[in-house]
């Protein structure tokens, strides 16, 4: 059950709060309830203490796109290349540059 999920996940957290990988999972656990508002908070929380975690920009911009929030993702997905580019990391990349156009092609 994935509220299972979530209290273990909750449960790494506050045994080692700086994992960025357990702030992502717990994000996406939130994503998954439908709990968008903490799962916004935990992607923040990304962005702010580990804004080289990459696939942060992607889920976060899909939940920016899916609370109709598209300019911030958008922006969200541009930092995201930015970063992939540093990180020489070309899947991550192309995914966030078809991200955006999927994204802009939405407001026209």
Same mark, same amino acid.
């Given at each position: 059950? !994935?509220?299972?999920? $979530?209290? #273990?996940?909750?449960?790494?957290? =506050? &045994?080692?709060?700086?994992?960025?990988?357990?702030?992502? *999972?717990? *994000?996406?656990?939130?994503?998954?309830?439908? !709990?968008?508002?903490? &799962?916004l908070? #935990?992607?923040?929380?990304?962005?702010?203490?580990?804004?080289?975690?990459? &696939?942060? %920009?992607?889920?976060? *911009?899909?939940?920016?796109? &899916?609370?109709? =929030?598209?300019?911030?993702?958008?922006?969200?997905? !541009? =930092? *995201?290349?930015?970063?992939?580019?540093?990180?020489?990391?070309? %899947?991550?990349?192309?995914? $966030? %540059?078809?991200?955006?156009?999927?994204? !802009?092609?939405?407001d026209?």
């Amino acid at each position: 059950m !994935q509220t299972d999920r $979530l209290n #273990q996940l909750l449960a790494f957290f =506050r &045994a080692d709060s700086s994992d960025p990988f357990i702030i992502y *999972g717990i *994000g996406l656990e939130y994503v998954k309830l439908k !709990q968008y508002s903490p &799962a916004l908070e #935990q992607f923040e929380l990304l962005l702010k203490n580990h804004p080289d975690y990459l &696939a942060t %920009h992607y889920q976060y *911009g899909k939940l920016l796109e &899916a609370l109709n =929030r598209k300019e911030d993702a958008v922006i969200i997905y !541009q =930092r *995201g290349v930015l970063i992939a580019n540093n990180q020489l990391n070309t %899947h991550a990349k192309a995914e $966030l %540059h078809q991200a955006i156009n999927e994204a !802009q092609e939405l407001d026209d």
